[in-house]
């Protein structure tokens, strides 16, 4: 675990082999470990010991586990130690419970090593990994002209260090996310899949994300509702039997939709803005909030110049401030500047657009994204040049980048 230093375990679990394992892979990694096998007599040791993380078990003799997290987050010199519950239940009331009463992972047996080590190194970094499954717009692009950056349509995903996971659209390449998530096995999946506007490209490979039909999952659905048309009823129709073969029905898991608008709300925690975007129908931008740090995703978006009858420069200073200091500027950057003339109101912005904006509100880091489908990979790595001899320039500290399909980024 190269990403830890040196920390202080206290392991309280009623089961032999699991102590001895997890010692084992602990102190292999330079870590320091004590152990007890009741939570009643853990509490004294462990409020004595002060330790940096502390791995419980939720059911053991004496006190169980949620009892003991109560009970240990309620002694002020623990405020910063992590707690891992480590449980032979599987159960979604206890994963919620125990994350309510202050864990901050909660992992089920038989233990996994990886997944273990993984969640310690995810809570020491203390980092949102976000994944870039698709970067292009409008249509996937298959073939030699698409290698470095993809060819696959919108989809982001991020994963948070208590385990939050969400994903922002479902363009064609949510398969490749369906791909990876399936690959590493994972025993039950809760993710929260945003949808900035139902655009095919924003959803019409959600059929083939393949933990929808995986019982056991769940999936809870954000979205704008288009006039009488609620977010189950536009994912639904695209598959309605007559477009796609297989209807939602057939969806295994457990699965929720939320009509929302311009607001703020709480997902697991963590607070999200959404802003309403200059686009074709109702197509909505999104401000995540993790501690100190701030992601936008916005996309699709466009920028009007200043002497164009559409240029509202009320919406300009409503974006800014919706994206000011961002640590990441996910957003729309279709077109160069000399293809967009001939694209003016088809709902996309052009490279200098983007820059502008994104110095003016003071964004740390702009990520291009939703390319254009004629664009080939040197004419993505022609707009990113451009993007940075602006910047340049313009003397701005905004970092410009464009990441590539199976990019990821820690913030």
């Known amino acids: 675990m190269p990403k830890c230093r040196s920390l202080n375990f206290f392991i309280v679990d009623d089961d032999g082999s699991v102590i001895r394992t997890?010692?084992?892979?602990?102190?292999?990694a330079g870590h320091k470990v004590a152990i007890c096998r009741n939570g009643?007599?853990?509490?004294?040791?462990i409020i004595k010991a002060r330790p940096d993380f502390i791995s419980i078990a939720i059911m053991m003799p004496g006190m169980d586990g949620l009892e003991l997290i109560k009970k240990l987050r309620a002694v002020k010199a623990l405020d910063k130690t992590k707690i891992i519950i480590l449980s032979g239940k599987a159960y979604e009331f206890d994963r919620k419970r125990s994350m309510e009463f202050g864990a901050d992972a909660f992992i089920t047996k038989?233990?996994?090593?990886?997944?273990?080590?993984?969640?310690?190194?995810?809570?020491?970094?203390?980092?949102?990994?976000?994944?870039f499954f698709g970067v292009r717009g409008t249509l996937p692009v298959p073939g030699k002209d698409a290698i470095k950056y993809g060819g696959n349509t919108s989809c982001v995903a991020m994963e948070f260090p208590k385990g939050q996971f969400f994903i922002f659209d479902a363009g064609s390449g949510i398969k490749k996310l369906s791909d990876k998530l399936l690959a590493q096995n994972r025993r039950r999946i809760d993710a929260h899949i945003f949808i900035s506007h139902p655009h095919w490209d924003h959803i019409n490979a959600l059929p083939f994300f393949i933990p929808?039909?995986?019982?056991?999952?769940?999936?809870?659905?954000?979205?704008s509702s288009h006039g009488n048309l609620s977010t189950r009823e536009l994912i639904s129709a695209q598959m309605d039997g007559v477009y796609f073969p297989i209807t939602i029905h057939e969806f295994a898991s457990h699965v929720e939709?939320?009509?929302?608008?311009?607001?703020?709300?709480?997902?697991?925690?963590?607070t999200i803005d959404t802003m309403m975007l200059s686009h074709p129908g109702y197509c909505l931008g999104?401000?995540?909030?993790?501690?100190?740090?701030?992601?936008c995703y916005i996309t699709d978006n466009e920028l009007f110049p200043k002497d164009n009858e559409n240029?509202?420069?009320?919406?300009?200073?409503?974006?800014l401030k919706f994206i000011h200091g961002a640590d990441m500027l996910i957003t729309d950057c279709t077109y160069a500047d000399g293809e967009y003339a001939a694209r003016i109101g088809w709902g996309h912005s052009p490279v200098s657009a983007v820059v502008d904006l994104a110095n003016r509100a003071k964004a740390k880091n702009l990520y291009m994204f939703h390319h254009d489908p004629n664009q080939t990979d040197r004419d993505i790595d022609a707009k990113f040049k451009t993007a940075r001899n602006l910047l340049k320039k313009k003397k701005s500290k905004t970092r410009v980048f464009a990441p590539a399909e199976g990019t990821m980024v820690k913030v």
């Open 22 to 28: 997890m010692t084992a892979l602990l102190k292999k």
């Open 286 to 295: 999104f401000r995540v909030h993790y501690k100190e740090r701030i992601i």
């Open 110 to 131: 038989p233990l996994n090593p990886d997944i273990f080590l993984d969640h310690i190194n995810r809570i020491c970094e203390d980092k949102v990994d976000v994944s």
């Open 311 to 319: 240029f509202e420069p009320g919406y300009v200073k409503k974006l």
């Open 40 to 45: 009643k007599t853990a509490l004294k040791e």
């Open 257 to 270: 939709f939320n009509d929302i608008k311009e607001e703020t709300f709480k997902v697991d925690g963590i």
């Open 212 to 223: 929808l039909y995986v019982q056991g999952n769940k999936f809870t659905f954000y979205g």
